[in-house]
């Protein structure tokens, strides 16, 4: 099966840092087919035999933890899943910031999350696993940060930007 991969927060700032050559080799080494990475960011696409794509979550992390010391999230897609998550975009625009979140959120917490943000300039909504997020400024002036998404939804997440999202769709043919 065809994963698209998210991994959060590495080689931000000098920190976390994973070359993605070691991560394709230690991917490939572990029965990942096809392994490939876009930009230092840790978006990859592969291909498993495994087909619960929270087992290659788990995987991947638990792969990352052990070659690197440090904890790593990952966010896995099905190429189905993700490609209808792409189709489904509910905002006109590149201005789009896409969570992608590492399982479907409960409705109260999303209430809770969208109730944050009414009086912001910046609106979002769900679509599954994926968080959409109109930007009308920018993301750093956004309220719906990683870490306020995670916290409110309870989830694991990690953001990209519409650019990196269609780049991924577009590697992944």
Not at 1 to 18: P, S, W
Not at 21 to 34: P, V
Not at 67 to 86: K, R, S
Not at 143 to 151: A, H
Request: hydrophobic share 40%; net charge neutral; charged share 25%.
């Amino acid at each position: 099966m065809k994963y698209i991969i998210f991994l959060r927060a590495i080689n931000v700032g000098g920190n976390r840092k994973i070359k993605m050559l070691d991560l394709r080799e230690i991917l490939t080494a572990n029965a990942y087919k096809n392994v490939t990475t876009y930009i230092q960011s840790g978006n990859i696409i592969a291909e498993h035999a495994d087909t619960s794509y929270e087992w290659v979550q788990e995987n991947i992390a638990t792969l990352i933890g052990e070659a690197f010391g440090f904890n790593v999230p990952a966010i896995v897609f099905p190429l189905d899943e993700y490609v209808q998550g792409v189709l489904q975009k509910p905002f006109e625009g590149e201005k789009i910031m896409v969570h992608f979140l590492n399982q479907v959120p409960e409705a109260v917490d999303l209430g809770i999350l969208k109730e944050l943000g009414k009086d912001q300039q910046d609106k979002c909504e769900i679509t599954g696993r994926f968080l959409y997020v109109f930007l009308s400024a920018g993301v750093s002036d956004s309220i719906y940060s990683n870490k306020l998404v995670e916290r409110v939804l309870h989830v694991k997440a990690t953001a990209r930007n519409w650019r990196t999202i269609t780049a991924m769709q577009e590697k992944s043919k």
